[in-house]
């Protein structure tokens, strides 16, 4: 069974900074493909960064890119999403999902695996 978990989620103000966990157990973590999503109250859950299996290659959506760093520790099958800058538009529940490949990866249906998520929420 595979599980992946959140961590790192709050409230802060905007400016600040926050770092997001996901560890992942029930499978091998370091050949699979991993991502962060979001979602806001009221619409549909986007992308917001992928790592492949190795971290060597990354991605990220315009909305963040700048301000937000994704990173994987293999030896301790977890994933980070470092956020900075953070805005009040930034407000979501995060996800990290789990996937083969890394072909389009910032194609939501292509994730297998999913988190329960944490909440960030950016005051203004």
């Known amino acids: 069974q595979v599980q992946l978990v959140e961590s790192g989620g709050g409230l802060v103000q905007a400016g600040d900074s926050l770092r997001l966990s996901c560890a992942v157990s029930?499978?091998?973590?370091?050949?699979?493909?991993m991502g962060w999503f979001r979602q806001a109250p009221g619409k549909q859950r986007e992308f917001v960064a992928y790592t492949s299996g190795s971290g060597g290659s990354t991605g990220y959506a315009d909305s963040v890119k700048g301000r937000f760093t994704i990173s994987r520790d293999n030896a301790k099958n977890t994933v980070y999403l470092q956020m900075n800058d953070l805005k009040p538009a930034d407000t979501a529940v995060y996800y990290c999902a789990a996937r083969s490949g890394t072909a389009s990866a910032h194609i939501i249906s292509l994730y297998k695996y999913w988190g329960q998520g944490t909440q960030v929420t950016v005051s203004s």
């Open positions: 029930g499978r091998t973590f370091s050949s699979g493909t």
